[in-house]
């Protein structure tokens, strides 16, 4: 443990841990975030399975002029009779369907209790560019009687340099503006109108449809398990190369602990030097007997 503390005192190592916190602390978030996501989409499955099971009511008895629906009234389905003011249709940019681009088209309905009910009738595509689409469903003429459910008003939007007749948010207060009549603060998705029109656009899916799954509800609790799945990583990452620096040190250091301790190498026997041969030599010449040397013919 001492060891792996020791790792602190590299500026390199007190960096990278630095960056494996603050992305693990990220990774955790967004896990949150996802799980607050499903929650949330429980409890617009809960509502959507509510308004199922109780009969659309008149527009009037939900929604005021001018006010936010409630969240209880989400989703719920309301009816309204009227006629469609076509001369202030809208297209919605940048809606997607089923993964394709195109516009929502929203009228107001001039209903009888003398406020209007914007309806979203239901999404088209796109044109060859993204300035316009190829058609535009015609307006019913005449009375019409609709069933919507309830949406909130979106968060208003710069519309500067869109073109004419189309808008990025659908605000019921802006409309109101537009038309200068009183107008419901809510908007509804259309699920049916009548008489039926011959070329109404797309009905729009609500999020069950949109996302049928049960407990597993793609994608965001898959996408929550897998964060906190990153934060394992990083954290047992971090774990795992701390651990192989302080091997690698210690075999560093091993080789110049032994090569300190050990013995200094045994000095060759002087009889195997050369001077030390030198010296013997010189002393068992010296030391040898001598051999009498052979008498010489002398002179008599």
């Not at 249709?89 to 088209?105: A, C, I, M, S, T």
Request: proline share 11%; glycine share 10%.
């Amino acid at each position: 443990m001492r060891a792996f503390l020791g790792l602190f005192r590299r500026p390199s190592w007190v960096v990278f841990t630095l960056c494996v916190v603050l992305a693990s602390v990220a990774f955790y978030e967004l896990g949150v975030w996802q799980l607050h996501r499903r929650t949330h989409q429980n409890r617009v499955d809960a509502q959507l399975r509510a308004s199922q099971e109780l009969p659309p009511v008149p527009a009037a008895q939900l929604l005021a002029p001018g006010e936010r629906p409630t969240g209880k009234v989400l989703w719920r389905r309301v009816s309204a009779t009227g006629t469609y003011d076509a001369a202030h249709q809208l297209l919605v940019r940048n809606r997607v369907l089923e993964g394709d681009n195109g516009y929502e088209v929203i009228v107001p309905l001039r209903t009888t209790t003398g406020v209007d009910l914007l309806v979203d009738r239901g999404w088209i595509p796109s044109g060859p560019t993204a300035r316009a689409p190829s058609s535009i469903p015609s307006v019913p003429a005449g009375t019409v009687s609709v069933v919507g459910r309830i949406r909130p008003p979106e968060h208003p939007a710069d519309e500067a340099g869109v073109p004419a007749g189309q808008i990025q948010r659908i605000v019921p207060a802006e409309m109101a503006q537009l038309t200068g009549r009183p107008t419901y603060g809510g908007f509804v998705n259309l699920v049916s109108e009548s008489p039926p029109a011959a070329n109404a656009p797309t009905p729009l899916l609500t999020p069950d449809q949109e996302d049928p799954g049960g407990w597993w509800k793609p994608p965001h609790l898959a996408y929550a398990i897998q964060w906190f799945m990153f934060v394992g990583l990083a954290v047992g990452g971090w774990v795992i190369l701390g651990r192989r620096e302080v091997a690698m040190a210690r075999a560093a250091a091993t080789p110049s602990a032994t090569g300190a301790g050990s013995s200094p190498m045994p000095r060759l026997p002087a009889e195997r030097t050369g001077s030390g041969t030198g010296r013997r030599t010189r002393r068992s010449r010296e030391a040898a007997p001598r051999d009498d040397p052979a008498p010489r013919p002398g002179r008599r």
